[in-house]
């Protein structure tokens, strides 16, 4: 599976993602390429540790995961196109280097990423993970996920 998160100004341009294209990084949208970070469990997961939000509150944000295909055809998916919550855009773009490693020592240990990823990995991974939203914040633009099989 490619994962990758995207910056865009707003749902429509981000809906413009298409799946034969090779993605939103070859469609000239800045990217961060994300292999076991799935938009849906892990990013909630994410949010309400580094927001203390609870998962349900999460879950009932509309930008939470949302789709941005809306069409009725059922079949197989090739890639699909998903909102991030504005919540965690910010969280992320304001969070400290140390919160940051903090929140990855407790991220590491959930259920979803407990042995497939360590501690300091995500760390990394949540320290450019903070720049790009920080990116997305100074433009007035959103974070957007595109993943394919």
Same mark, same amino acid.
């Given at each position: 599976?490619?994962?990758?998160y995207?910056?865009?100004? %707003?749902?429509a #341009?981000?809906?413009? *993602? /298409? ?10 949208? @800045?990217? !961060?390429s994300?292999?076991?970070i799935?938009?849906?469990v ?5 949010e309400s ?11 009932a944000d509309?930008?939470q995961c949302?789709?941005?295909? %809306?069409?009725? #055809?059922m079949?197989? *998916? /090739? ?5 991030v919550?504005?919540?965690?855009r @910010?969280? !992320? ?14 991220w ?18 949540l320290?450019?993970?903070?720049d790009?939203a920080?990116?997305? *914040? /100074?433009k007035g ?9």
């Open positions: 599976m490619i994962i990758e995207y910056i865009a100004k %707003d749902d #341009e981000a809906a413009c *993602v /298409e799946p034969g294209m090779g993605g939103p990084e070859r469609q000239g949208f @800045d990217t !961060l994300a292999k076991s799935d938009p849906c892990a990013l909630g997961t994410l540790i580094l927001t203390g939000r609870s998962f349900d509150e999460i879950l509309p930008r949302g789709s941005l295909d %809306d069409s009725e #055809e079949g197989v *998916v /090739e890639a699909s196109a998903v909102t919550t504005d919540t965690l @910010d969280a !992320l773009a304001s969070a400290s280097v140390p919160h940051l490693q903090d929140v990855a020592k407790v590491a240990d959930t259920d979803e990423l407990s042995g497939v990823v360590t501690p300091e990995v995500l760390g990394d991974f320290k450019m993970f903070s790009f920080h990116g997305a *914040v /100074e633009e959103r974070l957007y996920c595109w993943w394919t099989l």
